[in-house]
């Protein structure tokens, strides 16, 4: 990725930082329907798989299996991927299975991979993020510090000391659900002023709040919840981070091309198809295991094997996959 200066260049980043826009404004407007673009760029693609990490029976990580995975996804519709995230099993896979999958993933796809690089200890969350980057990751995925629930000042020290140790952008992940952390609205402020941070992935499911923290930072947004893609992108996303798109690229990248160019009732119906798929999968809250009972039911993916605790699918969650992937249309 292009840095000048110690920053990301803004060609990479497309103006995603601090863009103040209105893509209701006089630009649009002055456009023919065919040329019309309703949302703003997305710095590291639209849809962006939030990549399984393939294990081998013995619990060993498939590396081979990985690159060709991520081929397929990309000729899916994926034009941008997320390895050692959460449904990548990050908690259970280790600093040089990171970097290595990192390298793989890199070696075959044309990209961009972004590399989950949190913790909730900061000088561990910093190595993480110097060792991804270093190993070709275009961006890093910086969750907020769970479990020990620090303060404010807190949240926005993990972030600065990651900030002072990268020479790549740093999209936050804000999941309240897994960390037990509410971030106000003026601490996204603070964050926004960091030099390399310059998006978000909004997994709190507050639309409300959404709006205003995007309008009162302009950084990127990228929703985080598969059934808000759509609400999302109404009030300025500009993207997915999913697991969904897993098996639905193709579909979702359809949806939000609809939706960029006007076309609201295509993206309304593509949004009603997918339903199923998003309940089937995200449902009962396993994420990682439903991600590889899809694959597995696809054909894509030969052994479903996961790290305790999590354990991989059974033959009603394999069932239940395929029932939501007939729903959608994908099967």
Do not use: C
Not at 108 to 126: K, L, Q
Not at 281 to 290: E, H, K, T
């Amino acid at each position: 990725m292009p840095v000048r200066g110690g920053k990301p260049s803004t060609m990479w980043l497309l103006s995603a930082k601090r863009r103040q826009e209105s893509v209701a404004g006089s630009t649009v407007s002055t456009m023919s329907e065919s040329d019309m673009h309703l949302l703003n760029p997305a710095p590291f693609g639209r849809i962006l798989p939030a990549m399984i990490t393939p294990m081998k029976p013995n619990g060993d990580v498939d590396f081979e299996a990985a690159q060709k995975l991520a081929k397929q996804l990309v000729a899916d519709g994926a034009d941008g991927l997320v390895v050692n995230g959460t449904t990548g099993e990050s908690p259970v896979t280790h600093m040089d299975e990171k970097v290595d999958l990192v390298r793989a993933v890199k070696e075959v796809v044309d990209v961009p991979v972004i590399s989950g690089a949190g913790s909730n200890d900061t000088a561990h969350t910093v190595r993480m993020v110097e060792q991804t980057q270093e190993a070709g990751a275009d961006a890093v995925l910086v969750v907020m510090p769970y479990y020990s629930r620090p303060s404010q000042d807190g949240i926005v020290g993990h972030y600065k000391a990651v900030d002072e140790n990268t020479d790549k952008p740093i999209i936050v992940y804000d999941v309240p659900s897994r960390t037990g952390l509410k971030v106000k609205i003026e601490t996204y402020d603070r964050l926004a002023e960091l030099d390399h941070v310059v998006a978000v992935k909004d997994a709190t499911g507050d639309l409300a709040a959404a709006v205003e923290k995007q309008q009162r930072t302009g950084l990127a947004w990228y929703s985080g919840d598969d059934g808000l893609f759509l609400p999302f992108l109404s009030i300025g996303a500009v993207g997915i981070i999913s697991v969904i798109a897993h098996v639905a690229a193709g579909p979702m990248a359809e949806l939000v091309n609809a939706f960029d160019r006007g076309d609201i009732h295509e993206a309304q119906r593509l949004a009603n198809r997918l339903a199923p798929l998003v309940h089937s999968l995200n449902g009962d809250g396993y994420q990682a295991v439903m991600a590889k009972a899809a694959l597995k039911v696809r054909g894509v993916l030969d052994s479903t094997t996961m790290r305790l605790p999590n354990i991989g699918p059974d033959a009603a969650q394999l069932e239940k996959a395929k029932a939501g992937m007939q729903a959608a249309g994908l099967l």
